[in-house]
C-alpha cells in the first residue's frame, strides 16, 4: 500500500485533489474522510494541514506527499523532492514599509523581521553575514510593521495585493515556490515502481494541459505553408476532402501559441478552424 498525504482544504487541498483524479488515481472524495482508498490501485489518501506533511513522509507514515516547497524548505526533514507540480505558485520575499529607503540586503543589519519561516529567513541572512532579529509569528505577519512589532516582514507573496494594502513593498524574493510531490527516500520496490508509474502520469498530464488540438479545413495550394506554421510532434496529419482542393489538417499546438497560430492559418485561407482541449499526450 502507498499512501500520499495531501492538504486536506486551503490553497492547494482542490488542486492536489484534481490531479490525483486527472492520473487515474480513482477516489471517492465526496466525504472527504481524512482517509480514503482508492478503488483501482493499492493507494491511500491522507488529508492533513500542509505544515505536518513533510513530517509524515519523513516518519513513513505516508511515503508520497502534495506540499508546497516552502514548507519543504522550512521543516527541513531527509524527504525526496520528486517532481514540480505546476500549481501553488508563490515567492518567500522580504517587503518594508514603502516609504523607506531601500539599499540592498544590508538595510536589513540588526533589524526586527517578522515571519512564519525562520529557518530559511535565518540561513539566507547566515550566508550573507548579515545579523538580524526574527520575530516568529504564526499569522497576519504583513501586519506587524504598523503594529510596531516589526521593521520588516518575511512571507509568502502571490500577487502582492497583500503587501500593497498593508503599505509594504517586496525588495527581495528568497524562494521561488510551488506544490510538489515528495517521497519517503527508501522506498520498497512494489512502491518504487508505483511511484515511476505516478510520476510518467503527472509527465503526460502536464504535457496535455499546455497543448490544444486544432483541425481545419485549407486550400491544397496552402499545406505547405501550413505544414511550416504547425510543427506537430511528428508532423501534422492532412486528410484529403471531398470538395476538389481543399485538405483537412490536424496537429497540436502550445496553448500559449494557439491565437498566433490561428492568426496565421487564417492568413493563407483555412476555414473552419476548430480547437480542442487534449486530455492526455503519451509520447
Ligand atoms: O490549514 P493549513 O495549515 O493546511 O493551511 P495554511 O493556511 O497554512 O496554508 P494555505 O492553504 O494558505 O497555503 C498552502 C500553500 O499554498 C502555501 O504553503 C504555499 O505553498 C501556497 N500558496 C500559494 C500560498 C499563496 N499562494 C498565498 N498567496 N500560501 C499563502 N498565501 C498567502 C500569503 O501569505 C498572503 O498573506 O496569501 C496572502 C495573499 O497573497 P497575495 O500576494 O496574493 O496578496
Ligand atoms: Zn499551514
Known sequence: ???????????????????????????????????????NLPIEMLNLRDDDI???????????????????????YDVTVVTRLCF??????????????????????GKRI?????????????????????????GSVEITPSAGMAD??????????????NGLKEVETVLESEAVLIAYPTLTDENKRLLEEIKFRIESDSISRNKKY?????????????????????????????????????????SSELWDKVRQLKAIGAEGILVLSVDKIIL
Not at 65 to 73: F, K, M
Not at 152 to 165: C, Q, R
Not at 234 to 254: E, F, K, Q
Open 88 to 109: 501553488g505558485h508563490c515567492r518567500l520575499s522580504l517587503a518594508i514599509p514603502k516609504n523607506e529607503e531601500y539599499n540592498g540586503l544590508k538595510y536589513f543589519r
Open 214 to 254: 486544432l483541425l481545419m479545413n485549407i486550400p491544397n495550394d496552402s499545406l505547405e505553408k501550413a505544414i511550416e506554421i504547425l510543427p506537430s510532434m511528428r508532423s501534422p496529419t492532412i486528410i484529403p476532402l471531398a470538395a476538389d482542393g481543399w485538405s483537412s489538417i490536424h496537429s497540436v499546438v502550445n
Open 114 to 138: 517578522a515571519t512564519s519561516y525562520p529557518n530559511i529567513l535565518n540561513r539566507f541572512f547566515k550566508e550573507k553575514g548579515i545579523e538580524i532579529r526574527t520575530v516568529v509569528i504564526a
Open 152 to 165: 520588516a516582514i518575511f512571507d509568502i507573496v502571490s500577487s502582492g495585493g497583500t503587501l500593497v494594502s
Open 1 to 39: 500500500m502507498l499512501r500520499i498525504a495531501i492538504q486536506n482544504k486551503g490553497r492547494l487541498g482542490e488542486e492536489s485533489l484534481g490531479l490525483l483524479g486527472r492520473i487515474g488515481i480513482e477516489i471517492d472524495t465526496t466525504k472527504r474522510k481524512y482517509l480514503a482508498k482508492a478503488s
Open 54 to 76: 513533510p513530517q509524515v513522509v519523513a516518519d513513513n507514515v505516508a511515503q508520497l506527499g502534495i506540499v508546497g516547497l516552502n514548507e519543504v524548505e522550512e521543516k527541513g
